[in-house]
């Protein structure tokens, strides 16, 4: 119950649950409206135009539009489909995402439940989606469809291997599931990320290729858990139709874009704190403490964030059986060899 | 991976259902109104028929009723890409007949401007086979570079993809003053963003592993089936109506002819045509820095150009080398003002023959890029 | 073995360039024209078009040859329908009606003596294709192509032009001036034939009506 400073400030216990339980979404739903537009601003840049510049100045006020249209549309269900199991698909998909904002730690004063299994609890919600996909392709009762949503299961399932094992190499590294005793245990400057080795002499040199590339492995993985490109089989191509989101109009559509961008930030959040120090201040104890630690876990989400745009407007689509291949061929046997020599490493330390 | 897919699908002794799916008549892309009837067995593709009429505008119906100038505004919305490399074998096959001689400068606009449009050409079926495969940026990025020449065009024909400039014994207007700087400066252009192109989508892995050895055409059926242009180059037969039956002033100009070499898989794969087209944007900057050197400054382009088209009686037929391919006329003529018949050789509906060869035991997704990498547009295919 | 650790080199490589590249081009001067702020406007970084051709502020710098709307000038038209027979999409309709000689008739702009009244002069843009066909045949330049392209309406039949300034008095008066005349020409003619029987009858009445061609 300590580490978080609601219970400080508020005494009814009863209110300060709700409200460490609305914070979060209210953060989800500012994050969604930047990065919704950011995803449009880079996009266009990237691509030498300028995007949406006529609703408010510079099109800032195009993401508010954008909800708002998805919100005035007509729901249409149709009508040979499972209608619990197609209303619900959505929802559970955005739950799987949000309830992961549970354990994450904004800085060292806040995590709304400093639970001590808790990347194991992360790594078990982000499973969720899987359900609310399938759920989705099924209830939809159209065979493309079904066929997106079966191929992104085989995608999340097959890809959270590789990026399972490399949570168990950091949780190996630092000797701990606790998120926060994980950050804390990066505390100091920037050398002592995990990234770099975690913290220790200067022989973790010889660790330090390995770390890198469970790196990118993780961030390869995650890329295909939240089904961005270039693993968007799913959303993208599947047989020329939209997959598994055909057959949702309306707040439904809302919802599962609403789910894939909030787990973009999941995403992005454990990536940096698994490697990058979290909320730590990369010059130590300069522009350190509990309130710059939130600038500093949001500057660094945000970059993952960012990056996993940049790479959507990059690269091809891969096709489904060479993700497959990537994944069992290339990802796990390496992961599994970085895995061996960091958990040495973190033997002989 | 392919030869573990082909084994796949010869070995299954087990009898499934095979599945018919229609890629229908909408494309996400800029191919136009193809239908696809698909027979997929699981995710390998069995059978394709095209089937294709939803473009149909009776071009040759309309072109009995017109005089001979009239018919070449229709001339131009056939491929509508690459209108100027459209008119020009119409405009040579009726010179032919009529015995008109053209002056020089008039050559040399005429092969500036089909060049120009070759590039321009490219550049759109480069583009829509990245975006096919899932890449958007080089989309753009080629785009924006096919501005640069359709502003060339309108400052000298008016219309920027319909052009009508091209007419019998001449053109219709002249260049303006600054049009061989222009040049220059595309070409100059085009070179760059090539090379990032050449970065970004075509030597990129993953673009790489989804093209190569997928919709492979061997070269003698290629040939077999009358393909023409990058889809029977990629195969590696260096056959180039430029190079080896010369007209207008083709011969004066040093290019090459480029193939395809199975440089990141087998020959005549998808990655093959795509380099050739590739490749062949150079060649067309290397001939239009020649020709913009050795054009004549003066001479009027509408000196030869008769009041009247009268067509003595006979038949020609007369083609040229379009972006995509050969493209011919076949006209024939009753001694009068109309033509009796005009029959063109429409190149994408030779090209697209061949699609059902070539996607047998491929991926679905697969069979998306092997369309493109064919690169045909409906309104030749249609008319 | 060597193939493989080679492909995943090759993957990592290759996507590194590409995000070099578009990175680069993050910070790139923007290609995009807020079209009715800014009207086709030249600017430094334009490849194509040199100071050829600079428009006006309000214009912006569509060449002067550009191909959009048609302009007829009717004062300059006299109704000789090459435009019509030229036409491959058959948009442009023209019914004119003969002077008659004794008529107060007004000369076209140019000075040219006005052979027919020019009465009905549509050009309908829903059906026109902007090949400038039409342009060549005109012995008197009154056709011509704008570069004006704005002109969108909401019902296809506001995209009927019609040129014509006659009213329907106007027309309906020469109309009859007309059928007078033949009417006296006739008679004249009759008259001739019940004189002199001999001769031949080669003034045939020449004023008819004529309708646009096909």
Redesign the interface.
């Known amino acids: 119950m300590e580490h978080n400073f609601i219970y400080n400030l508020i005494n009814n216990e009863v209110i300060a649950i709700i409200a460490i339980s609305l914070l979060p979404l209210i953060f989800v739903l500012i994050y969604a409206l930047i990065a919704i537009l950011g995803e449009l601003k880079?996009a266009?840049?990237?691509?030498?135009?300028?995007g949406p510049?006529r609703t408010g100045p510079w099109g800032i006020i195009q993401p508010v539009a954008e909800v708002v249209k998805l919100i005035q549309k007509e729901d249409i269900t149709p009508s040979a489909a499972d209608k619990k199991l197609f209303n619900m698909a959505p929802y559970i998909m955005f739950i799987g995402a949000y309830a992961a904002f549970a354990v994450i730690p904004f800085s060292s004063a806040f995590v709304p439940a400093n639970i001590n299994v808790g990347l194991f609890f992360l790594f078990a919600v982000g499973a969720f989606a899987i359900i609310g996909i399938v759920m989705g392709g099924w209830a939809s009762n159209n065979k493309y469809s079904l066929l997106g949503a079966m191929r992104s299961a085989s995608q999340i399932i097959s890809y959270e291997i590789p990026a399972g094992i490399a949570l168990l190499t950091i949780a190996a590294l630092a000797g701990t599931l606790n998120l926060q005793e994980l950050i804390e245990a990066q505390s100091g400057w920037f050398w002592n990320w995990f990234l770099f080795g975690g913290d220790g002499s200067v022989w973790k040199i010889f660790v330090l290729p390995f770390t890198f590339s469970l790196f990118?492995i993780f961030l390869v993985s995650s890329l295909a858990e939240t089904n961005r490109t270039p693993f968007d089989i799913p959303e993208g191509e599947s047989e020329i139709v939209a997959g598994y989101h055909t057959e949702y109009s309306g707040i439904k559509f809302a919802m599962f874009f609403f789910a894939e961008y909030a787990n973009m930030f999941v995403i992005s959040a454990l990536i940096t704190i698994l490697f990058l120090g979290g909320w730590n201040s990369p010059f130590g104890e300069f522009l350190g403490g509990p309130i710059w630690g939130v600038f500093w876990f949001i500057i660094k989400a945000f970059f993952f964030v960012f990056v996993q745009i940049?790479?959507r407007?990059?690269?091809p689509r891969l096709r489904v059986d060479q993700l497959m291949y990537m994944s069992w061929k290339?990802l796990v046997p390496f992961s599994f060899l970085c895995f061996f020599a960091i958990s040495l490493w973190a033997m002989l330390k | 991976m392919s030869e573990r897919r082909r084994i796949e699908f010869e070995y299954s002794g087990v009898d499934t259902e095979r599945m018919r799916v229609n890629v229908g008549p909408q494309h996400p892309s800029t191919h136009g109104v193809l239908r696809l009837e698909v027979e997929l067995e699981g995710e390998i593709v069995t059978e394709v028929i095209p089937h294709i009429g939803y473009l149909h505008r009776c071009f040759e119906k309309?072109a009995e009723a017109?005089t001979y100038?009239?018919?070449?505004?229709?001339i131009d919305r056939m491929d509508y890409i690459s209108s100027m490399n459209n008119e020009w074998p119409y405009v040579m096959a009726i010179e032919k007949m009529c015995d008109i001689k053209i002056p020089e400068k008039v050559e040399y606009i005429r092969l500036i401007c089909a060049e120009l449009n070759r590039i321009a050409n490219h550049q759109i079926a480069v583009a829509t086979f990245g975006l096919d495969a899932g890449a958007f940026?080089p989309f753009l990025?080629l785009f924006?570079d096919r501005?640069?020449?359709?502003?060339?065009f309108?400052?000298i024909?008016?219309?920027r993809l319909?052009y009508?400039y091209y007419c019998v014994g001449g053109l219709?207007?002249d260049v303006?003053?600054?049009f061989k700087?222009?040049c220059l400066?595309?070409v100059r252009?085009v070179r760059a963003t090539n090379k990032?192109i050449m970065?970004?989508?075509v030597?990129?892995?993953?673009f790489v592993e989804r093209t190569a050895k997928v919709g492979v055409l061997p070269p003698d059926v290629a040939i077999n089936y009358g393909c023409s242009g990058p889809v029977l180059r990629g195969s590696g037969n260096a056959f180039d109506l430029r190079r080896s039956e010369p007209y207008s002033i083709y011969d004066r100009f040093d290019f090459d002819v480029q193939i395809g070499k199975g440089e990141v898989g087998i020959v005549g794969d998808s990655w093959d045509r795509n380099i050739v087209r590739m490749n062949e944007m150079e060649e067309s900057c290397k001939i239009i820095e020649q020709a913009v050197a050795q054009m004549p400054n003066t001479g009027d382009v509408s000196e030869a150009i008769p009041k009247k088209v009268r067509v003595p009686k006979g038949e020609i037929y007369c083609s040229a080398e379009n972006p995509k391919g050969e493209l011919g006329f076949y006209i024939v003529s009753d001694g009068g003002q109309k033509p009796f018949r005009v029959r063109p050789r429409a190149t994408s509906f030779i090209n697209l023959s061949v699609l059902p060869e070539i996607s047998k035991g491929y991926m679905i997704a697969d069979l998306v890029l092997i369309l493109g990498s064919i690169d045909i547009v409906l309104g030749e295919i249609d008319r | 073995m060597k193939d493989y650790i080679r492909?995943?080199w090759?993957?990592?490589?290759?996507?590194l360039?590409?995000?070099g590249?578009?990175?680069k081009?993050?910070f790139?001067?923007?290609?995009?024209n807020?079209y009715p702020d800014r009207w086709h406007p030249i600017d430094e970084n334009?490849?194509?078009?040199?100071s050829?051709?600079k428009g006006d502020e309000k214009r912006g710098d569509?060449?002067p040859?550009?191909?959009n709307r048609i302009f007829l000038d009717i004062d300059l038209c006299n109704g000789c329908m090459g435009c019509v027979r030229?036409?491959?999409v058959n948009c442009i309709t023209v019914e004119t009606l003969k002077v008659v000689p004794g008529d107060n008739v007004q000369p076209l702009k140019d000075g040219s003596k006005r052979g027919l009244w020019v009465t009905k002069y549509d050009i309908d843009f829903a059906k026109c294709?902007?090949?400038?066909?039409c342009v060549?045949p005109c012995p008197t330049n009154a056709i011509m192509?704008t570069p004006e392209f704005e002109y969108s309406s909401y019902d296809r039949k506001d995209l009927v032009y019609r040129f014509s300034d006659m009213t329907e008095e106007e027309i309906k008066e020469k109309k009859q001036l007309l059928e007078k005349f033949q009417a006296e020409k006739k008679k004249e003619a009759a008259a001739k034939k019940a004189a002199q029987p001999k001769q031949d009858v080669t003034k045939e009445t020449k004023g008819e009506v004529e309708k646009g061609d096909e």
């Not at chain 1, 266009?44 to 300028?50: A, G, K, N």
């Not at chain 3, 790139?28 to 995009?32: E, G």
């Open positions: 880079i266009s840049f990237v691509q030498e135009r300028l510049m990118l940049w790479l407007w990059t690269l290339v | 309309h017109m100038p009239q018919v070449i505004p229709y940026t990025y924006r501005e640069w020449i359709l502003n060339v309108e400052t024909s008016g219309g319909l009508n219709r207007n303006y003053p600054t700087e222009d400066d595309i252009q990032e970065d970004l989508l030597y990129n892995y993953i | 492909k995943i090759l993957g990592i490589y290759t996507v360039i590409g995000m590249i578009t990175f081009h993050l790139a001067k923007k290609v995009t807020q334009f490849i194509g078009r040199r050829f051709y569509i060449p040859n550009s191909r030229a036409c491959p294709c902007f090949c400038s066909l060549d192509m």
